[in-house]
DNA sequence: GTGAAAGCGCTAACAC
DNA sequence: GTGTTAGCGCTTTCAC
């Protein structure tokens, strides 16, 4: 790096003997210049070690490469998963980000953020926060007046919106399925928090497996935690009180699913012999969970890729073209993986 | 949201009746302009939903309210808490954040980063990746040219740089004593990657507080993982099989102590009767291991929180009067947590 | 108190 | 091919 940044494109200009112009157009790798010319211009930059100003770009070109990305619950397992699929993908097609996190969860002061963004020229948005009670409300009315794409993980399909989910109902149904078929007639559900929509979805999968099969579904044979381990532990010990034929469990997620394998041994109850256990998300250490624990693996890494390799497309088009993109609904499928507790 | 951001300085100016400088100067909040005047522009600004554009800002005034965040894995639990830690607290400060992630831990490309975060005129940068092998190299190369303060997080104290690390010596060495005070007299260690600073100060931590209890340490008593779980499992398999008097084991991280305690039940071992263990980093599903996890609790977020706070105060200095910042190595105490395995 | 002029560093539109 | 002239939207001098 060179001592001070302060090297413009005026100084190359000065010292190439040629015209700011003509830098430019080397800089943005135009053909209208001379080979020679071109050639002696990227010496010179070389040589003074110059760094164009993305700053003063974006303003002249109204367009920053730069995308906002909202989050929320970074210090979760999926949330920085998906982070990280975003800044992989952004960085491999050439984009920059603005990053935001939500103070929690729900919510749902969202003006501000979005005039932030746009105030700094980003290119796109990707709202990569989950859907949670009435967050999404703003979307119908603030929606169709913001005039940069944007792309939402995690909700419910919803007209005129692109988004990109996990198939939270599919996964559920399909470890609900498992333990059916492995001969279990009483299996419960402990849900995440109801208020989200990825909850909901997974809950609707069990009782949808249940009632396809046959098998009855009630109030006793669920109840509700936060995601957490330590609500995972009050909901088990509850759900075994109301419901003690349970013989197979399908849990909201890995974290809940750890404190259920840990309190079942606590009762000297035996998994998977009396009590089969699925959780869901498949974290790594799920595999060393004591025993290991069958899940339902969701790639949130490639969420945030695909998310951002959408966003590209979109800006690209919208800026070249100015014309109206279709929005998509893109669901990616979990993996059911079954090991020792199932 | 308007339905267009195009309002500017401009068409204020024109609908309040003032000059573009005089509504400048109610966006700053400067003092030299009438009460009325200054009521009629901010009338206006609210009537034309008028936002400022921050990149016309930035370029006009060298400074952009934006801080650059480099990290790495963000995938793991570490990183992401850290950075959650970051964007609380420079929302909380006023500040915005452009985010890149290394490509890997050990990545040494970091001058096109810097570019990177200088052509967009960053305030400041905080390196949240952590320091392994030679990633810290460049430092003595670059560091004296570039002029934007930068504070690392988590690496050996450094002549003129700015350091907020967690005492990963300290939290190693109380944990060891803990063990040492319980009666155990042959403790083992699973260390994390050595070319990690962090690894290494957990393991000295282990070594000095053996030592300086008249137990010696040699090779037989230590294996190396990667972090992982299944890393963990391996090298407790192997420590194991070298040093079998082993009583009790000081484990570089939690995930990898998780594997111990799967690994330790298969074999028939009773925790913390036959093995005791300790982890580092107080993960919150640590308390629901079976048994649950005594572990080195360290606020990673609090890291985060810290070095923004750091950073903001001297880019406002260094913005001020244009002085040069005293460097300081900041220090964070963890917090031995004791639970059912040791 | 307020306005006019110049400039931040770059690109776009049009000349030549 | 290359240069000239205008901006992008804002802040900063320095007048008045």
Redesign the pocket.
Known sequence: MAKTG?T???DVAEKA?????????V??NRQ???V???KRVKQVMAELN????AV??S????KSYLFGVVTAGLKYFGPSRTLSGITNKAEELGYGLLLKELESFNSTNVIPLLHWFKSHQADGIIWAAPEIEDNRKWLTDVFPLIDIPIIFLTMEEQKDVTIVTTDNFSGAKAAVEHLIHSGHKHIGHIAGPLSWWEARQRKGGWETALTEHGLGVNERMWTQGNWSSKSGKIAFLELVEKYPEMDAIFVGNDQMALSVLQSSLEMGKKIPQDLAVIGFDGMPESEFYCPSLSTVYQNQDELGRIAVAELVSQTEENYLENKIVEPKYITIQPELIIRQSS
Chains 1, 2 share one sequence.
């Open positions: 302060k413009t494109i005026y003997g040629v015209s700011r112009q003509t830098v430019s157009r800089l943005n209208d210049v001379s020679e010319t071109r110059y760094q164009p100003n003063a770009q303003l002249s070109r109204h």
